[in-house]
């Protein structure tokens, strides 16, 4: 069992909406398809928990960066979100198990050390890294999933776990307006290797992908779902929303436009490591 504060979103209830009772397209599965799925959210719910340990992390750094009191409760709130996350998985992976699964051993966290910044702009990183970044991409991940996915437990869930990161992406963009214009412009060389280091983790993660392509109808996540919509996530959200600002994105652009490659010596604990 994840701990849910009572303070949350919901005021301690785990979804906006309760998840679907009946699902009759789990029934019709078979008991290695149920495995598969049931290994798949579980390993989800893994790496959504450790998006909560990157939030409370982030949350402490916004505090001892005398960030405004708002974004501090945006990033407080923002951790329930990610253990509801990780229950919710849980109870998803439990439902094609067809038992009550326990809790998946807890993740790593990695943090950024951004070496040789001064502590304003390592706080900056670490809000873009891990919110205008990460979550963006968490957001495409799931709505591109979403739109495949048609089982109805699995849609309701992926629901209630896309509108909260919808919300996590934008307190990166929200801590971001607090800046200065110098500060702001100061981000622009560190664009590139932000948005290269955070694909890469994403695309690098160890992940099941699944075994035939109608799982993919259950939430599972497939390479060609996973690259297109971290593709068009660069594209359609991060590379627009740094242009709002007046960053000149013309080198992230250019990689985008070769295909983003990763394939090099970066060094992925140089990003926060929670994919989902
Ligand atoms: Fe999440
Ligand atoms: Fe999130």
């Not at 960030?67 to 229950?87: G, N, Q």
């Not at 990695?110 to 304003?120: A, S």
């Not at 690098?204 to 996973?226: H, I, M, W």
């Amino acid at each position: 069992m994840n701990r849910i504060s009572p303070h949350g979103r919901w005021n301690g209830k785990l979804t906006s909406r309760d998840l679907p009772v009946v699902d009759e397209t789990i029934d019709a599965l078979s008991k290695t398809e149920r495995t598969e799925l049931a290994r798949h959210w579980l390993s989800r719910g893994a790496s959504e928990r450790r998006v909560g340990d990157a939030f409370l992390f982030v949350r402490d750094a916004l505090r001892a960066g005398r960030a405004p009191e708002s974004l501090v409760t945006l990033a407080t709130r923002a951790v329930d979100d990610e253990m509801r996350h990780a229950e919710i998985s849980r109870i998803v992976a439990s439902r094609f198990a067809g038992r009550e699964l326990p809790a998946p051993a807890l993740l790593p966290l990695i943090t950024p050390k951004h070496p040789g910044v001064n502590p304003e702009m390592r706080l900056t990183l670490w809000m873009l890294g891990q919110c205008a970044f990460n979550e963006t991409y968490a957001s495409a991940v799931l709505e591109a999933s979403l739109a495949e996915t048609t089982g109805p437990l699995a849609n309701a869930a992926l629901r209630e776990l896309l509108s909260d990161e919808v919300d996590h992406a934008k307190l990166g963009w929200a801590f971001f307006a607090t800046q200065s214009r110098a500060e702001q412009k100061a981000v622009e060389p560190w664009l590139l290797p932000l948005a290269r280091v955070n694909l890469k983790m994403w695309r690098e993660t160890p992940r099941d992908y699944p075994s035939d392509a109608k799982l993919v109808r259950q939430g599972a996540l497939s390479l060609e779902l996973l690259e297109t919509a971290l593709i068009e996530a660069l594209k359609s959200l991060v590379v627009p929303g740094f242009r709002e600002f007046g960053i000149d994105t013309s080198a992230i652009e250019r990689w985008i436009s070769t295909g983003a490659p990763t394939q090099d010596n970066e060094r992925t604990s140089e990003a926060m490591q929670t994919p989902t």
